[in-house]
């Protein structure tokens, strides 16, 4: 058994060793899209729409076979709608908001086979951004004469961002690999300064958040191409 094991961990170790080279360069990004959307179970009940779009080129050079130190950066805008009335009101919500991050990322790829591997990730970042909300409130009583208030807020948003991911991919080609996110463990600390437009006053708030996301919660996909230096290509291969 042990004879077994030890032959299976030498099997691997060459496999995951043909398939990235010491020297490559590692281009790819990271897209995902989500949207919810909840409707009203009655005329006073709230309707929420929200969607999500996040966009994370990285780059990154392989300090050894497998081994990973890069650069990434996460793109992020958030989108949400709600709205909700009664006999004589009516109120929507409208909220648009923009991060942008960038920092260190380290992976790693376990390979089984010649095409299949896992890959582990650690990303450190710094965030900022900015966002918009806008609520406006109609009144139409008969009893007194109708109006409509609006008030917008805007905010800014500075921080901290740290991520744990791990990836399952297949090399459809030498130099190219496709990936889906099986889970992610994302950890923020951020500061967040808004001001209302019916105040001149602002308000500022800290808060730190952690969050677990799989595949079904969250589906997220990447592609990857696996650049050798021409020195190496015609004496090895990616795969």
Do not use: C, W
Request: no cysteine; glycine share 6%.
């Amino acid at each position: 058994m042990k004879q077994l094991i030890i032959t299976l961990a030498l099997l691997y170790t060459v496999s995951a060793s043909a398939q990235i080279e010491s020297g490559s360069i590692l281009l790819g990004t990271d897209l995902s899209y989500t949207n919810s959307k909840s409707k009203a179970s009655t005329s006073s009940s709230p309707k929420n729409e929200s969607s999500v779009v996040t966009f994370a080129p990285v780059l990154g050079f392989f300090l050894t076979k497998g081994f990973v130190l890069g650069v990434q950066l996460d793109y992020e805008k958030l989108t949400t709608n709600q709205s909700s009335s009664s006999t004589y009101s009516s109120e929507t919500l409208d909220v648009t908001a923009h991060t942008t991050s960038v920092g260190p990322v380290l992976r790693y790829y376990s390979f089984f086979g010649d095409k299949f591997y896992l890959q582990n990730g650690i990303t450190f970042s710094f965030i900022s951004g900015e966002g918009n909300s806008t609520d406006t409130y109609t009144s139409s009583s008969p009893y007194y004469t109708s109006s409509t208030t609006t008030t917008t807020v805007k905010s800014k948003l500075t921080g901290t961002d740290g991520q744990y991911n791990l990836r399952a991919g297949f090399l459809i080609k030498e130099s190219i690999g496709l990936q889906v996110a099986l889970v992610q463990l994302h950890y923020q600390s951020y500061k967040n300064s808004s001001t209302a437009s019916s105040s001149s006053s602002s308000s500022e708030t800290t808060t730190d958040s952690f969050s677990f996301t799989t595949l079904m919660s969250e589906p997220q996909i990447g592609v990857e191409f696996y650049l050798r230096p021409k020195k190496d290509r015609k004496s090895t291969r990616l795969n």
